[in-house]
């Protein structure tokens, strides 16, 4: 499986993005789907998880309320819809794939390359 993020950029705080994960290879359908970030001289951690059929959602404390994870299995694409953005926001921002739903990294299998998003206060 191959995952391309795209959708980075420069937002002002209060500003919106959406990022978007295209899955290649096959479908991925069957896995979990998760965005993780990792700031500048910090380590990467989870940011939200998505179940295979897209009816359960789990999200880190600091983006509860304002991003929202979604996915579109017919596309083989999985979204992450950030609103409110804050200057700690910034960070590179990566999507995975696995067999669990889990806030560790070492659940997932694949990982996409990473979208840049900065948010200037």
């Known amino acids: 499986v191959q995952l391309q993020a795209s959708g980075g950029g420069l937002v002002q705080a209060g500003g919106s993005l959406r990022l978007s994960c295209a899955a290649s290879?096959?479908?991925?359908?069957?896995?979990?789907m998760g965005w993780f970030r990792q700031a500048p001289g910090k380590e990467r951690e989870f940011v939200s998880a998505i179940s295979q059929s897209g009816r359960t959602t789990y999200y880190a404390e600091p983006v509860k309320d304002r991003f929202t994870i979604s996915r579109d299995n017919a596309r083989n694409t999985v979204y992450l819809q950030m609103n409110s953005l804050r200057p700690e926001d910034t960070a590179v921002y990566y999507c995975a794939a696995g067999p669990t739903v889990s806030d560790i990294q070492r659940a997932y299998e694949y990982w996409g390359q990473g979208t840049l998003v900065t948010v200037s206060s």
């Open positions: 290879g096959r479908a991925v359908s069957r896995d979990v």
